[in-house]
């Protein structure tokens, strides 16, 4: 069977990006189609993922021959930032890789430009965000658009390694040279020659393995313990952390010097709380991953259920999403309602049956049970607080308040609703 029947598109960045475009879109359709056998599907799925990195290769030399030569630079930063959605398109257009990283905030576009103009260089990059925003995915989005992206991409969790093995986790050891080295070992560097290497958690590495690191990003050269002879190395380190390191270096227990060597770039991922664009398209992406994963059709949603999601303030950010997606496409079957959601984060019935506002309702019952529903509690009046300032100020104009806050009106109206507010009542009285 012919995965594509069409002619050769023309060599040039935007075709590569549209053909990546369609055989994406062939994958995802081709997923749940229901005339071919199961088998047959996989077949043309291992297809269409070959295809798709015999594309990207050639794209990315291409993309690294005209960086060379410097073509294909024609998008103006005046013109990508004219209209909603030009700076990503224009990011398409140049075939960056997303991995995955959706939406059109600008703060996080501005992390995904930072990153592109990073991803051909093999300067250091320090990535910092809340815990769930997507910081491994970033350095997946750096390698990926770099010219080591068919290199391989180690990650190593520096909060997970015991301190007595982190040398040797990193840096690899000799046969004999502590209690249970039973063989020769390489370490993670060395996995990462002439690719790339993630370091999650820097902030919790430990001093020692903090004054190793800092030699290797000088001379570029490891030894594995109980040996003596020195290993070159050549790996491009992207380091993440969910902690302020500045804080850290006047405490004590973080290297000055190390933090300077580690952030010569530095990209800041935003909380999905202000990313809110992206959650409609998170749902869909995780629905869909986790129907493959429990090999059923992807799940539907009640309406109120969406709205919650929608409007929910995710203090674990992209990985709390995912989970939930997840959960409810395990507990709920063809249809998932707000039954569905973990106790912790669930609506009360109460508020649910009278429609009324999370902090009115709060008058009337217990204080909150969790740090959890405390949080959720403030949250929402904070937003109601807002909603109810904008309206005043715009004498009820629905359409005004959206402009304003950049919100799509549709939101705006389901934000209004979950909190029992109604324009009209902030509409000036006529005499």
Known sequence: MKILDQP??????????????????????????????????EKLLRQSGALRDEVMQLSHKERFVAAATGEGQSVSVLAAASAPGARRLALRQRSFVFEGTFGDNPRLL??????????????????????????ELMAKVIHANGARADKPYVSVNCGAIPENLIESELFGHRKGAFTGAAADRRGKFESAHRGTIFLDEIGELPLQGQVKLLRVLQSHEIQRVGADDVISVDARIVAATNRNLRQLIAQGSFREDLFYRLSVIHVSLPPLRERRDEIPLLCAYFSDEAAEALKRAPMKMTPRLRDFLLGYTYPGNIRELRNLIYRLSCLAGEVADLAHLPEDIR??????????????????????????????????????????RGLREVGGTVTELARRCEMNRSHLQMLLKKHGLHSRDFRPRKA
């Open 110 to 135: 501005d992390a995904l430009e930072i990153a592109e103009k990073a991803a051909p260089t093999d300067l250091p990059v320090l990535i910092d965000g809340e815990s769930g925003t997507g910081k």
């Open 8 to 41: 050769p598109a023309p060599r040039s960045a935007l075709s590569y990006a549209g053909l990546i475009e369609k055989i994406e879109i062939m994958r995802s359709s081709l997923r749940w189609a229901t005339r071919l056998e199961r088998a047959d599907i």
């Open 347 to 388: 609506p009360g019935m109460r508020e649910r049956e009278l429609n009324v506002p999370a902090r009115r309702a709060a008058d009337a019952v217990a204080p909150p049970a969790s740090l959890a529903d405390a949080r959720r509690v403030a949250s929402d009046e904070a937003e109601r607080a807002f909603l109810e």
